[in-house]
């Protein structure tokens, strides 16, 4: 098992670092950002819906997830096809209850410049990560 450990470890560091190949994919950046953003966070039990009002705070992180709210506790959404999300794009919301982003919710991505529509996101749990607090 320490051996299995270690070598996730490692392989993890290399996917960060961009040693393993040449080049690193959209989404092995994108794991390696979320990785940051969650540091010295905990995750908490998913949860099927936030208030709409976290969505003022999002972050898009390339072929990887969707993050909402800042502060102590964040929301990471990976969706249900994250190859579709692309900071670069405007993420259209749509959702079944003005109040409230839910699993099932759908989106669609434009592109910026063109206008023309991208791909479709379909939200999953949205699971939460609170910040630890550092004598624990």
Not at 57 to 64: N, S, Y
């Amino acid at each position: 098992m320490r051996r299995i450990m270690t070598a996730i470890a490692i392989t993890a560091l290399a996917l960060t670092s961009g040693v393993a190949g040449a080049s690193q994919t959209a989404s092995e950046k994108g794991e390696a950002k979320l990785a940051k953003m969650l540091e010295g966070r905990e995750a908490g039990q998913p949860v099927s819906c936030i208030s709409n009002m976290q969505n003022r705070d999002l972050t898009v992180i390339d072929r990887t997830a969707l993050v909402y709210g800042s502060g102590k506790t964040i929301y990471v959404n990976r969706t249900q096809d994250p190859r579709w999300i692309d900071r670069d794009d405007i993420i259209v919301t749509k959702p079944t209850n003005a109040a409230e982003l839910c699993r099932m919710d759908s989106m669609h991505t434009m592109d910026r410049s063109t206008h023309m529509r991208g791909g479709a996101i379909m939200l999953d749990d949205f699971v939460p990560y609170t910040k630890v607090p550092a004598n624990k």
